[in-house]
């Protein structure tokens, strides 16, 4: 279940108003606001409601992994073709972290 901050962020990256959110998700466009502002949390369905419409926008959610909940955009499948390609480069294996 996404929270209210995770709502609004993935409003700005897919470039959505509250107005077209509602009617992408049927839900009303105060609960939307009440939500992201924090004031109160709609019920579960409705909740579910914003996240699909999102998701159908191009928003990933990014569950608790000890890093903290998030969101970024998909992938278009011309980044996913690049990365599969960078992937299949081979060469030599070290780590990521950056020092």
Do not use: Y
Request: with cysteine; glycine share 10%; proline share 3%.
């Amino acid at each position: 279940m996404i929270t209210g901050s995770q709502c609004r962020a993935a409003r700005a990256l897919v470039e959505v108003s509250r107005a077209k959110l509602a009617l992408r998700s049927e839900v009303d466009e105060s609960v939307i606001e009440i939500f992201e502002r924090l004031i109160d949390s709609p019920e579960p369905d409705v909740i579910a409601a914003l996240e699909k419409a999102l998701q159908d926008l191009g928003a990933v959610f990014i569950e608790e992994n000890g890093g903290g909940i998030g969101v970024r955009l998909k992938f278009t499948s011309s980044d996913a073709k690049q990365i599969a390609r960078l992937e299949g480069e081979g060469g030599l294996v070290a780590s990521d972290r950056v020092p």
